[in-house]
């Protein structure tokens, strides 16, 4: 039996779950943080929670991604003034971006963006959709005329404008990156505009997001981001949470979830630190498959996990090995080296043909060539004859010297292809 248990996240209506079992109680936390004023007055219910605790619980999966931060993360409402205080002051229009899923955080904005009598235009397909689904759906209420296109956005004063986007993380795709590169079709950044980024970088988008900044800030806007302790909160728990979870819950076993590796062996250290049996806890990496009991806990087996590529003209996976050549590619370029090499004399037989891109520029071609020229012919004084019975083992040869050669003057290892001919 399934039992879905409310609680309290960046989407709404966020639920974990209380899985019941022959072998025992399993709970299932999902990405969670305890919120006692939520948007929507639907506190985490807690209640519920301690219930199953008291049952007894024989293993629980819990939220790992903020294991790091002490204290307790701040409620959503709390977000409500910083809003306040960027939108009394805004003269122009105001444009804020956030994560489409966070749809209390579009509603907050949204609200002050009404109080202060502005227009609102939504921009981003997900936006869009999650939006108009959350207000069909009965979990929040906002009448359909606020609303304008971005086409009708020039017909209004700037003071009277608030837009809505997508692109919090610097996707290349999205409508404030394609705002701020100035290849939006109706929004322009102009040098009045205030914008309202209320997120924080995912951990490997912060190159993204600097460069989106960048972009804004050249284009004379006000910016809001981190410079507002308040502009955006975390959707998950904090240490003080996940302690409080894990006394509500007292587990059996504890299987640290939602996070990478060292926000799960952070976790562990606080469920230890909470009475948990140090040795009924167990750090999975992805695709592990984990068998429980009564008595025990252990690893089963392990799936094969990743990213698959896929070819958009053939709609077909691309093989891991063609994806890694083409990566060695871009990043180091491609030598090609045709010559032709006297079986008996191990001596060159007219210049080799050397062709290469991506490693050296037109320019230096010919002293390259020349380069590669005079290598081939410093092995080829050392070579042992019976490796010149074998073009094959000969071409493995020249392309190991060759490869070192290039790495220890430009430190890279592009694609060597010798065609070595043995006259």
């Known amino acids: 039996e399934v039992e879905w248990i409310h609680i309290t996240h960046s989407i709404i209506d966020a639920s974990a779950l209380a899985i019941t079992t022959k072998a025992g109680t399993i709970i299932h936390t999902g990405d969670f943080k305890i919120d006692h004023t939520p948007i929507d007055g639907y506190p985490t219910d807690l209640g519920r929670l301690a219930y199953y605790g008291e049952r007894g619980v024989l ?65 981003g397909r997900s936006m869009e959709r999650n939006l108009y689904t959350a207000m069909e759906l009965g979990y929040i209420k906002l009448d359909k005329k606020i609303f304008i296109d971005a086409n009708e956005v020039g017909k209004f ?84 949470e996940q302690k409080l979870m894990l006394r509500l819950i007292k587990p059996k076993f504890f299987l640290p979830v939602h996070g990478e590796y060292n926000h799960i062996a952070k976790h562990k250290e606080t469920a230890v630190a909470c009475g948990v049996d ?94 590669m020229e005079g290598v081939l012919e410093q092995y080829l004084s050392n070579v042992k004859e019976e490796l010149l019975k074998d073009g094959r083992i000969l071409e493995g040869q020249v392309r190991q010297v060759i490869r070192k050669h290039i790495f220890r003057k430009v430190k890279k290892y592009p694609t060597i292809v010798p065609i070595i001919y043995l006259m």
């Not at 040098?191 to 309202?196: E, K, L, V």
């Not at 750090?283 to 990213?307: F, H, N, P, W």
């Not at 008996?344 to 010919?366: E, F, M, T, W």
């Open 59 to 123: 293993c629980l999966m819990s939220d790992s991604t903020n294991s790091y931060r002490e204290g307790f993360t701040k409620s959503e409402s709390s977000v409500g003034r910083t809003f306040d205080a960027i939108f009394s002051k805004a003269k122009g229009r105001v444009i804020m971006s956030t994560f489409s899923s966070n749809i209390h955080r579009v509603y907050q904005a949204i609200d002050w963006g009404l109080k202060y009598n502005r227009k609102v235009c939504v921009i």
């Open 157 to 240: 004063k700037d003071n009277e404008v608030l837009i809505v986007t997508t692109g919090s993380q610097g996707e290349t795709m999205s409508a404030l990156y394609r705002m701020a590169t100035d290849e939006h079709k109706y929004i322009k950044i102009k040098p009045t505009d205030q914008i309202i980024i209320s997120s924080k970088a995912i951990p490997g988008n912060e190159s993204s997001v600097s460069t989106v900044l960048n972009f804004l800030i050249k284009s004379g806007a006000s910016v809001a981001y981190q410079d507002f302790s308040e502009i955006h909160v975390s959707g998950h728990a904090a240490q003080e």
């Open 278 to 371: 140090e040795r009924n806890i167990y750090l999975m990496s992805d695709g592990d498959q984990i068998e429980i009991c009564q008595k025990y806990m252990k690893r089963a087996k392990t799936v094969k996990t990743g990213k698959v590529f896929i070819d958009n003209q053939i709609n077909k996976q691309i093989s891991d090995d063609v994806v890694i050549d083409r990566q060695n590619l871009a990043e180091a370029g491609v030598v090609m080296i045709i010559a032709q090499i006297s079986r008996h004399g191990a001596k060159l037989i007219n210049k080799p043909r050397v062709i290469s891109y991506g490693l050296v520029g037109d320019k230096q071609d010919g002293e390259f060539r020349k380069e």
